[in-house]
């Protein structure tokens, strides 16, 4: 079983758009990350969210919203999408906030 | 944010070889210091982290080694092979911070 899954893997659309990435880990982890890939492979953190407390980065666009429906899964929401969004998307978890970190493989998400 | 700066950006050995990533950090809070690893297409896995307790963790072929006073750690990798072709990230977070990445660091080891 995939520790941490991401769907879908690729994900190409329109500017304006708005599009979802769901995230799911059956690892028991209660700290799960939103993270942005750029093409020069720079891994950004987007989101932090357990079940206490979210943190968000403050260079994130208020149209990027994480949602929670249950501990095990952190759905990325991006609302009007623009050329710049497109990188490649990583869902992570955790338990607490130092110890190892388990990524997803990745959503390539193109917009055009 | 907090920062973690890593260098070089990129690097090339011979197979055989030592590579060395150095990254340093800023918030002496931070209390896990991570390595990650990652090949094309896939995620970043860890490789290899160190907590400021101890200057030096070995784990096969690689090494972290630590320095708290100067907010700096390392990573080694010794006997360098072309399957360790990959980008490797420093890491570090703590408490309810936010884990900061480095920028990452391309390594081509060469047959």
């Known amino acids: 079983d995939t520790a941490v899954s991401q769907t879908p893997k690729y994900l190409v659309t329109q500017m304006g758009n708005d599009k979802s990435i769901k995230c799911e880990q059956n690892l028991g982890h209660d700290t799960m990350y939103w993270y942005k890939q750029d093409s020069k492979k720079f891994l950004k953190i987007m989101f932090s969210?357990?079940?206490?407390?979210?943190?968000i980065n403050e260079t994130v666009p208020n149209r990027f919203s994480p949602k929670s429906p249950d501990k095990a899964h952190l759905n990325l929401h991006i609302n009007s999408l623009e050329l710049g969004d497109s990188a490649v998307y990583f869902c992570?978890?955790?338990?607490?906030?130092?110890?190892?970190?388990?990524f997803g493989q990745g959503t390539r998400l193109t917009v055009v | 944010q907090q920062q973690v700066k890593q260098s070089p950006q990129s690097l090339i050995v011979q197979k055989g070889g030592i590579s060395i990533i150095n990254c340093a950090y800023e918030?002496?809070?931070?209390?896990?210091f991570p390595w990650y690893q990652q090949f094309p297409g896939k995620g970043p896995a860890l490789l290899i982290a160190i907590r400021p307790d101890v200057s030096e963790k070995k784990e096969g072929r690689f090494t972290i080694s630590f320095n708290k006073s100067a907010k700096q750690f390392s990573l080694h990798i010794m006997d360098s092979q072309p399957g360790d072709s990959a980008t490797y990230f420093c890491?570090?977070?703590?408490?309810?911070?936010?884990?900061?990445f480095g920028r990452g660091t391309s390594l081509i080891v060469h047959p």
């Open positions: 969210y357990n079940n206490k407390e979210l943190i």
């Open positions: 890491a570090a977070t703590g408490g309810s911070y936010i884990p900061t």
């Open positions: 992570a978890s955790s338990i607490g906030g130092n110890t190892e970190a388990f």
């Open positions: 918030n002496t809070a931070f209390d896990y």
